[in-house]
């Protein structure tokens, strides 16, 4: 029996996870998948939004601007990676400035330092890849890049480290109401909790529907992208956006966090929530359009393409509220700006669980967590000191990332740690660089059975082992 269960551990379910581990809860987390960050959360632009596009008054405005300003903080204390670069955002047209000058009132409205309107000289001044067709731009000083699998997994670990319970490969397939609160019947057993908070993401309708007759609408909207390689991560120092449009911000150019340079997405509404494949036609939109933006961008140094489908909801905002049935709390609809909200989405579904149960706040409640030691960020002194206490640390693994086996290891042995090779991937890079896993997977693959206790061939990429069937599922 559990006070809390929240179902679903992207960034949204564990930002929740990790607000309500501060209090005198028992609280559990419910992920269909084998670890946390699967799903919308792994595939998306990584930037934490300044603020200047949600309509003022809404949820979107009033959250993103707090998930902005916490944004820095949480960096600091839970160790992943943020980066204050600033943004862009491109008008080609003089007749469409004042698209410029209505985010720029939007912004002023919804309380954002630090936004201005300048000339297209004045942009290609402070970024020269700009194209001669750029006439102004919206510049946004607060906006900023992250990494969302660090930090996803930062929040998970923050919460487990203070006493929430993860029941990861649990499939939720049915919810009743009973006399003490919710009976969750999932695919690992039953799970009782007096408040269920559905943060399922691009299923967060289906998961509404097991508990409420009040209809809520989930789109999947897919959106494409082209990663670059780090050889092309100078092309711009700021996140080059172009005016949005109904169907969002529109394609842009970024530099990521780890040096990378990072151009999409497209925005197709699609049936099946499922189907994350790339196309021909969409990566040749991105490409058209992102070198609207950005002049001669290096498109031969392209090392992988993915897309991610985002849950658009039927209101316009995201739907955060207690539904009808009393105890059941939808967190749905969490589209972009979902991803730097999602610390401002945890405050806001904890005010929602105080107004049904009293929150008594922990004294010894952990604010902080150290995250896994990147090898490749450290001074040579530094490396040298750490192969010294740990000889694991001398042994690269990823020669495109200079991941260690020392690396890999913590990534596995942490807190809910990793068990596939996508796991040790989100966690330490590597796989991520030049060769896509070609190089390092062989090695990756042994710690992992080692670890886990089975063979080389039974590690996935994704999933879980079944141990007692002797076979894997998804």
Do not use: W
């Not at 559905?198 to 529907?209: M, P, T």
């Not at 390689?229 to 996140?239: E, F, L, N, Y």
């Not at 749905?332 to 610390?343: Q, V, Y």
């Amino acid at each position: 029996m559990y006070d809390v269960a929240i179902i679903g551990a992207g960034a949204v379910g564990c930002a929740a996870a990790m607000e309500l581990s501060k209090y005198e809860l028992s609280v559990c987390v419910i992920e269909k998948n084998s670890d946390v960050c699967e799903g919308t959360t792994k595939a998306n632009s990584a930037i934490a939004h300044a603020g200047f596009d949600a309509k003022p008054g809404t949820l979107k405005a009033k959250l993103n601007v707090r998930g902005s300003k916490l944004m820095g903080e949480l960096a600091e204390k839970l160790d992943f990676a943020y980066k204050q670069n600033g943004a862009m955002v491109l008008c080609f047209d003089e007749n469409d400035i004042s698209g410029l000058e209505e985010l720029k009132k939007r912004a002023e409205l919804n309380g954002v330092q630090g936004v201005s309107i300048i000339t297209g000289d004045k942009a290609r001044e402070l970024e020269p890849s700009l194209t001669d067709s750029v006439c102004a731009a919206l510049l946004a000083e607060t906006s900023a890049i992250i990494c969302p699998f660090e930090m996803t997994l930062a929040f998970a670990e923050n919460a487990c480290e203070n006493g929430v319970v993860f029941r990861l490969s649990s499939r939720v397939e049915g919810i009743s109401k009973s006399d003490k609160g919710f009976v969750i019947k999932t695919s690992t057993g039953e799970v009782t909790a007096s408040i269920v908070i559905n943060a399922a993401g691009l299923y967060a309708d289906e998961i509404h529907s097991m508990v409420s007759s009040t209809p809520l609408g989930i789109t999947a909207r897919r959106g494409e992208y082209l990663l670059m390689d780090k050889a092309a991560g100078g092309a711009v120092s700021r996140t080059i956006f172009q005016l949005p449009t109904k169907m969002g911000k529109g394609v842009l150019v970024t530099p990521t966090v780890h040096g990378n340079l990072l151009v999409g997405p497209t925005a197709d509404n699609i049936e099946d929530k499922d189907d994350v494949s790339t196309t021909s036609k969409g990566l040749g939109d991105v490409k058209a359009k992102a070198s609207l933006s950005v002049k001669n961008i290096p498109f031969g140094k392209v090392i992988t393409s993915f897309s991610g489908n985002r849950a658009v909801g039927d209101t316009g905002d995201f739907i955060i509220q207690q539904s009808d049935v009393k105890g059941f709390i939808d967190a749905a609809g969490i589209e972009s700006p979902g991803l730097t909200s999602a610390p401002a989405i945890g405050e806001y579904l904890c005010e929602i669980v105080s107004g049904i149960t009293e929150l008594k706040p922990k004294n010894n409640y952990k604010d902080t967590r150290k995250g896994i030691v990147h090898f490749n960020s450290l001074s040579y002194s530094e490396r040298n000191e750490l192969i010294k206490k740990n000889a694991a640390y001398g042994k690269i693994v990823c020669r495109c990332e200079t991941v260690t086996e020392g690396e890999i290891l913590d990534a596995i042995n942490r807190p809910l740690g990793a068990t596939t090779l996508d796991g040790v991937k989100r966690r330490t890079r590597a796989g991520m660089g030049r060769c896509q896993a070609g190089f390092c997977s062989p090695v990756t693959m042994k710690l992992l059975a080692e670890k886990l206790g089975i063979k080389v061939e039974q590690v996935r990429k994704n999933g879980v082992y079944d141990t007692d069937r002797g076979h894997c599922d998804e």
